[in-house]
Structure formats: structure tokens, C-alpha cells
């Protein structure tokens, strides 16, 4: 860099180590997006708010079931009021929780037989005499989720 002076090449210079540090930022991390979340994650934090208000439902989120995870009635309420028998899970969609699919739902929790995601609504009903007062429907789509989950804590499906 003969006949700049030394300041210009110190300002060059310094563009060369800016322009290196943010290639090895980005190359080290392709993706600034945000993770998926995690179900178990998205259902706790979707009841506590439901639970703190006046019920209905959330909506739709689509969040990672990992594989052999499983997600139960216990570890949703931990840290709340609700009771472990107020909270069932319902799935009734044979693309994502059909026999030898990628959940296994049961009433008092859900397995994921691979890593797949699926959409995730909670419901709450608490004027309900009954059990469930809150209810997490699963589905491989959102409003089929809603749906399920609204007609089994006995919110009107509208």
C-alpha cells in the first residue's frame, strides 16, 4: 500500500479484522432465527395463561415434539394451582397420532415416537364441574386442534 498514508492504512486495516470477525459470526451461526420451541415448553406457558384469565382457548402454536420426550400431566402443572387430573391431552388426528405415527397421545400425556412437530392448542373451562377443566388438543393442523380441544373441555366449537 505504498503512497497511503498511515492512517489510511491503519482505517484499512481495521475494515479487513470488522469484515473477518463478521464472517466468522455469521459462518458459525447460519441461522439467526429463532429455535423451534418445545411442546411441553409452549403447553405450560399457554396454560398458565389460560389459567390466569377467564379460560377459552390459546392460539394455534406449532411447536418440536422430540423424540421419546414425554410430556405428562405432572410436569404441565408443576408450578401453578391446577390439579394434575384437571389437564387431559386429546388428539383425534391419524396423520400425526394414529397408530404407529409420530405421537403417542393419551389421556394423561403424550410420547413422541420421532422428532416431529404438530400444532398445540390448551383450552380452560373453569366454571366445569367436571374433569377436564383444561384440555390440550394436538393435530397436524391448527383449527382442528382448536376445535378438538374446545368440544372436550366443553367450550362451544364455533
Given amino acids: 500500500m505504498k503512497g497511503f498514508s498511515t492512517t489510511t492504512k491503519l482505517l484499512f486495516s481495521s475494515g479487513l479484522v470488522i469484515a473477518f ?13 429463532s429455535p423451534i420451541p418445545e411442546a411441553s415448553e409452549v403447553i405450560r406457558i399457554e396454560l398458565k395463561s389460560i389459567s390466569s384469565g377467564i379460560g377459552g382457548n390459546s392460539n394455534p402454536k406449532n411447536p418440536e415434539f422430540k423424540k421419546d420426550v414425554i410430556i405428562d400431566q405432572d410436569r404441565i ?12 391431552f386429546f388428539c383425534n388426528d391419524n396423520d400425526i397420532c394414529g397408530a404407529n405415527s409420530a405421537l403417542d397421545v393419551k389421556r394423561s400425556s403424550v410420547t413422541a415416537n420421532i422428532n416431529t412437530q404438530a400444532y398445540v392448542v390448551v383450552c380452560g373451562n373453569k366454571s366445569r364441574t367436571v374433569s377436564p377443566k383444561y384440555c390440550v388438543g394436538i393435530g397436524s393442523k ?3 386442534a382448536r376445535d378438538l380441544c374446545r368440544e372436550k373441555c366443553g367450550l362451544d366449537v364455533t
Avoid at 470477525?21 to 432465527?33: D, E
Avoid at 402443572?77 to 387431559?88: C, F, K, N, S
Fill in 77 to 88: 402443572v408443576r408450578h401453578t394451582t391446577i390439579q394434575a387430573d384437571e389437564i387431559e
Fill in 21 to 33: 470477525v463478521a464472517f466468522l459470526v455469521i459462518a458459525n451461526n447460519p441461522c439467526a432465527c
Fill in 142 to 144: 391448527g383449527l382442528n
